[in-house]
């Protein structure tokens, strides 16, 4: 009888003696004695019984290329180093002192722009990863000169305050600041820019277009 495995990346079943997944093209497990075969179906369990039966009655799963799996659709596009060119998300690089360059897509709720102070809040706050940002610069600031608009000092304004992580916490007063807030767009419907600051070693930059 053929042997079937299971892909240890996309747990699509395929024929035990084939060299790779025909599907994704990870490199299959070598054989091993009948036990270890059975040992690797039974991780597979009931998914890969499942995979079988079900490309036996109704057609062999997509190949690369089809239909994405369903959880593809489902997650963020991941961070670029560039504002969003749709309103209502942001991404945020950490880097912390003397670590590696972190990247996430925070989902926006929409922003608040009153009397010069900007505060930025995720869509669903999450306490294992916090997300909060507050300017209170001058309203002018926040005003168009000649077609652009300037960037602000974060080392000048009346009051900043930034969130991250699970304790992470920079406000003006508490902690020193450095870093610019430059303003890319402020319509009726949505404010974008860019927010690059250092807090105690730990750098943030913040690529984001929030809805109003």
Not at 59 to 79: D, V
Not at 88 to 96: D, E, I, L, M, Y
Request: charged fraction near 25%; proline fraction near 8%.
């Amino acid at each position: 009888m053929r042997r079937f495995a299971a892909c240890p990346a996309c747990q699509r079943p395929h024929r035990a003696d084939e060299a790779a997944c025909p599907f994704c093209g990870v490199a299959a497990a070598k054989p091993g004695r009948l036990d270890e075969l059975v040992r690797t179906a039974k991780v597979g369990g009931l998914l890969a019984f499942t995979a079988v039966a079900t490309a036996a009655c109704y057609g062999s799963p997509p190949m690369p290329g089809g239909q994405p799996l369903p959880m593809a659709s489902a997650t963020l596009a991941p961070p670029g180093e560039v504002v969003p060119p749709k309103a209502g998300s942001a991404s945020r690089f950490v880097t912390p002192k003397g670590g590696k360059k972190a990247g996430t897509t925070v989902k926006l709720a929409k922003a608040e722009l009153i009397d010069g102070m900007l505060v930025l809040t995720a869509e669903k706050p999450d306490t294992a990863d916090k997300f909060y940002v507050k300017v209170q610069a001058e309203a002018k600031d926040f005003e168009v000169a000649n077609g652009v608009y300037k960037a602000i000092d974060l080392e000048t304004v009346k009051a900043f305050e930034i969130l991250w992580g699970k304790d992470g916490k920079g406000t003006k007063g508490i902690e020193p600041v450095k870093g610019t807030l430059q303003l890319k767009d402020v319509s009726a419907t949505a404010i974008s820019g860019t927010v690059l600051c250092e807090v105690d070693g730990t750098t943030i930059a913040l690529y984001f277009n929030a809805a109003r």
